[in-house]
């Protein structure tokens, strides 16, 4: 006969070991792999150039486009490289929404870096997987292998097939 008290012992000694600060998860994020060499696409209501510091300031209804993964925000900031032949990583504030089919995320700020496919998403993290929900407070997600990492007080909300 099967005994439940040695399983739900096990279960907890299982994950009572963990660290109580290691609150994160890893799922899977976006069906299409990104190809950082695409070109950027960028369009917004407002630019403004800065040729001291090598950036652009895109403001207003602000959407990134390369290949299929899409990023809104009120505000984006486009760094480029030191030689100033390509970006090298985009800052968005304020509203802010990546979409990599079908996956989507929301949260306040965002740093997409081109070359590594990287990007670093804080402040009230939303992601959506289908009906199901991940949230917390920074998500880590590679836009090259289709993965990501949640942390800061997960909590996942999972719905199943019946409703």
Do not use: H
């Not at 990134?64 to 030689?83: C, P, T, W």
């Not at 836009?143 to 909590?155: I, N, P, Q, Y």
């Amino acid at each position: 006969m099967f005994d439940f008290r040695i399983v739900s012992l096990c279960a907890v000694l299982a994950f009572g070991a963990a660290p109580a600060g290691a609150q994160e998860a890893q799922v899977a994020f976006g069906a299409v792999k990104a190809d950082p060499s695409l070109p950027v696409e960028v369009t917004s209501e407002t630019l403004k150039v800065n040729q001291e510091d090598g950036s652009a300031e895109f403001l207003g209804n602000v959407v990134v486009v390369q290949g299929q993964m899409r990023l809104s925000a009120d505000r984006v900031l486009v760094i480029y490289n030191e030689d100033r032949s390509g970006i090298e990583r985009l800052e968005a504030s304020d509203n802010v929404l990546l979409v990599s089919p079908p996956d989507a995320a929301e949260g306040d700020w965002a740093e997409y870096t081109i070359d590594s496919g990287v990007v670093v998403m804080t402040g009230n993290v939303l992601l959506s997987q289908g009906p199901s929900t991940i949230s917390g407070d920074r998500m880590v997600a590679n836009l090259a292998d289709g993965t990501a990492t949640m942390s800061g007080r997960v909590k996942t909300i999972l719905k199943s097939g019946g409703d």
